[in-house]
């Protein structure tokens, strides 16, 4: 019985990612579950998240500048925009090269890359309106 419950509730969390528009983080997700199933934990969501990811069902997004990860239901690779003002995350539908990076990267003597993500951080276009408004723009295009 408990084997089935712990395969609905990661059914459950895959779904919520998979259905969720753009890149939730944890708390999105359980958001979205526990507005449907009261029952559920937020430890069971995060460690059903953390194990979708090991499995490779769903992609993590680690922003920098200490915002918390966001998971993608996209699991191809792809490159990533993150905003540092709200810490949002999109994707950017740019095509490139890898091995041009792998080669220089294994230049470093020994080095063998397992994995690689390309992040580019910027200002979202909603936190540059918001600034617009108040006057406050760092920074111009
Ligand atoms: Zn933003
Ligand atoms: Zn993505």
Redesign the pocket.
Known sequence: MKERRNTMQKELTYDAVLHYPGHPSADDVYKVISSRYKSISKATVYRNLATLCEEGKIGRVIPTDGWEARFDHRTEEHAHAV?T????VFDVDVSYDKNIFSKAVCMEDGFIITSHELIFEG??R??REKEKENGTERIKD
């Open positions: 905003c003002f709200c810490g949002n200002i979202c909603d936190c």
